[in-house]
């Protein structure tokens, strides 16, 4: 599909995470680098089969997230949609598998599990999505309430397309560097930075999470892919705040 609570451990966490961020080597995203074994577990791949279109047919696609708790995956909220595709809350409206704790599903089909409930984000493009059972032996990706700034390096890790022309979801999970160079209400652009100025989300990569790792295990979340121009590009991609949403996803995770 086109993009298109921490408490007192996350001082110690952003410490780690900023002196790291920017080590880490950073194509599914158009001109990056693929994931080595053991990297970003908490990185998931969304495969959604028999999608209703309004005549009747249907399709398969495809898009990214990250675990953020044993039960919840934050992605887009674009990818859980109705017949019209218009985004929706409850149980997905078809097949949604989910496959984490692998960086090629090839190889290793890694941990899968099944979407069973999403909610949607009241304020962007930003959706929850339930698992069919927890996961507990992966560190999920650690949600900041801090506000993103501008300059601020994240990396992005997806399962999406190495370009638009012929675009396909990749097996194989993908990384990229990021600058942040835009702020408004409830997203941010960000730009490619390595391992090339054309680095850049793709098709199946919405929902991919932007993010200041913490070693090679886990990161504070910063934002969600949502658009961007065809990749590869130099443009600005267009991601989801998730800073904003702490509130909203405290809630959301205690009451269903």
Known sequence: MKRKLVGSALAVLFAGA?????????????????????MYPFAVKLTMTN??????TTY???????LI????????GHC??????????GPPQ?????????????????????????????????????????VYDIAPLLVDPATPTVGQNLELAG??????VNAAPSNQLYLGGFAVDSIATNTIGVQGVSPSPETSACLYDSGAPYFVPAGHRTGLLVS??????????????????VDVLTTWIFQTETTN
């Open 224 to 241: 969600v892919e949502n658009n961007g121009p065809d990749c590869p590009h130099t443009a600005s991609e267009t991601t989801a705040r």
């Open 94 to 134: 078809y097949q949604t598998t989910a496959a984490l704790g692998t960086v090629n599903v090839t190889s290793d089909p890694g941990e899968v599990r099944t979407i069973v409930d999403v909610a949607q984000s009241p304020v962007n493009d930003v959706a929850l999505a339930k698992l069919s059972a927890p």
């Open 80 to 89: 859980f949609h109705d017949v019209n595709r218009v985004p929706v809350s």
């Open 69 to 76: 708790e044993p039960e919840w995956i934050i992605t887009a």
């Open 51 to 56: 999608i209703p279109k309004p005549d009747g």
């Open 18 to 38: 900023m002196a790291l961020v920017c080590t880490g080597t950073a194509n599914a995203v158009a001109d990056g680098q693929a994931a080595t074994p053991g």
């Open 159 to 164: 399962w999406g397309a190495t370009s638009d």
């Open 60 to 66: 398969n696609s495809g898009c990214s997230g990250a």
